[in-house]
């Protein structure tokens, strides 16, 4: 398996700006997480799904931000209209659950977004 | 209160030494506990799941005291290739599947 893929790798775009961020969890998983990661906050959990559920969304900051997962393959993150301030890196997990435990969450290489 | 806890370091140490980090955690019914590994500029991996009764993974010690909510990581024989920062993670209570990551502690091994 390729492991979590996330596009695009890197992205800069100018404030007011629509952006869109990319994810394909490992086959067969049936949690996917989103984090964002700054210098200042570390690693915050923004959403996460349950078998293309979106199951807590507590994290997520404003109305800016969306996040769908439309099929078990491919989630989206969205922020429109983007701020400076939401410069980070964006990543993406996926895990699978058996039973009541928590198996290893494996994340994709993130996405570096820089607004100016 | 932040529901996961670490000093941040930067912890300096030389080849060789010993090392430990500890984590604590707010809620008490978090079920299932972690540490991972991130590199600069890299994604986190797991390095450990931790165990009630401590697990051990070669230099690797990891420890949980539930009574006082808190984690432990000890890296015995440090090599530069473990300078890294490293996170506690928990999984949170009850039914919930959220891994909640600590803001991590930066370890530099000094040769």
């Known amino acids: 398996d390729a492991g979590v893929i996330q596009s695009p790798r890197h992205e800069v775009t100018e404030m007011g700006q629509e952006v869109t961020l990319r994810c394909k969890p490992i086959s067969g998983h049936d949690y996917l997480f989103w984090y964002r990661q700054t210098m200042m906050r570390g690693l915050e959990l923004l959403i996460y799904f349950n078998n293309n559920v979106p199951i807590d969304d507590s994290g997520m900051p404003e109305d800016r931000f969306s996040a769908k997962m439309p099929n078990a393959s491919f989630s989206t993150l969205k922020i429109q209209p983007s701020e400076p301030r939401d410069s980070a890196v964006y990543f993406c997990?996926?895990?699978?659950?058996?039973?009541?435990?928590?198996?290893?969450?494996?994340f994709g290489q993130g996405t570096r977004l820089t607004v100016v | 209160r932040k529901e996961v806890e670490q000093d941040p370091g930067p912890f300096n140490v030389p080849e060789g030494a010993t090392v430990a980090f500890n984590c604590t955690y707010s809620?008490?019914?978090?079920?299932?506990f972690f540490w991972y590994r991130q590199d600069c500029r890299k994604e986190p991996k797991l390095l450990m799941s931790?165990?009630?009764s401590g697990n051990e993974d070669g230099r690797f010690t990891a420890q949980l005291n539930r009574a006082s909510q808190y984690i432990s990581l000890l890296i015995r024989d440090s090599k530069l290739s473990d300078s890294a920062t490293y996170l506690c993670?928990?999984?949170?209570?009850?039914?919930?599947?959220?891994?909640?990551f600590g803001t991590g502690t930066l370890l530099a091994v000094q040769p």
């Open positions: 809620n008490s019914a978090s079920q299932s």
């Open positions: 993670v928990v999984k949170g209570g009850g039914a919930t599947n959220k891994l909640i």
């Open positions: 997990a996926s895990s699978l659950a058996r039973g009541d435990k928590s198996t290893e969450a494996f």
């Open positions: 931790v165990y009630s």
